[in-house]
């Protein structure tokens, strides 16, 4: 059991809205890709006379049903893009007004550029060798200098050349035989 609409807005953006078995779905048709599907949901348990309305198909819809129901859907924005996904953000630092560092957990550093809308990963180095910077969790940028965090080490980086040099950091070892109660 079918149920097959179009809804058309002002700018002849379309939605194919059906009702198949009771789920509500949302497809688009483009001459090179042919039908996609943008959303699929269980929303019905029987099949209702739907009315759709939309001022723009890319941005939202409104379903009315002939059970009283009335439900909005707002569509994600096409002007937000992922660039590493699965991948937890530390910190981000402005190098430049269109220019960008960006520190993940584990894998390192990687520069955006907004104007080309393109994520490189940035190859640093300490003394010639490879350095992908753990866990850096601020970054400070002072001229063409970086000063960063990498496990435990201060690092300081020059932004032209990305070459890093570090600064062992010693954490305080507490001694639990010292008192400060007086005793």
């Known amino acids: 059991n079918q149920n097959n609409m179009v809804v058309t807005d002002g ?49 939202d819809l409104w379903v009315g049903t002939s059970d009283g129901e009335l439900h909005y859907f707002k569509f994600p924005s096409d002007k937000i893009k992922t660039f590493i996904p699965n991948t937890s953000i530390r910190s981000i630092a402005a190098l430049t007004d269109s220019t960008y560092i960006v520190a993940t ?48 080490n201060v690092i300081k980086v020059s932004s032209r050349s990305m070459e890093a040099e570090a600064f062992k950091h010693y954490p305080i070892i507490w001694n639990t035989w010292l008192s400060f109660d007086g005793v």
């Open 11 to 59: 700018t002849l953006g379309h939605l194919i809205v059906s009702q198949e078995e009771g789920d509500l779905v949302f497809r688009t048709f483009d001459e090179n890709k042919g039908f996609q599907t943008l959303y699929r949901n269980d929303l019905f348990e029987v099949h209702p006379a739907l009315s759709l309305y939309s001022h723009n198909t890319k941005k």
């Open 105 to 152: 957990e584990s894998i390192g550093w990687f520069q955006l550029n907004l104007s080309s809308g393109t994520m490189s990963h940035l190859s640093l180095t300490e003394n010639g060798a490879s350095l992908s910077p753990y866990s850096s969790r601020n970054i400070f940028v002072e001229g063409d200098t970086i000063w960063s965090n990498d496990n435990g």
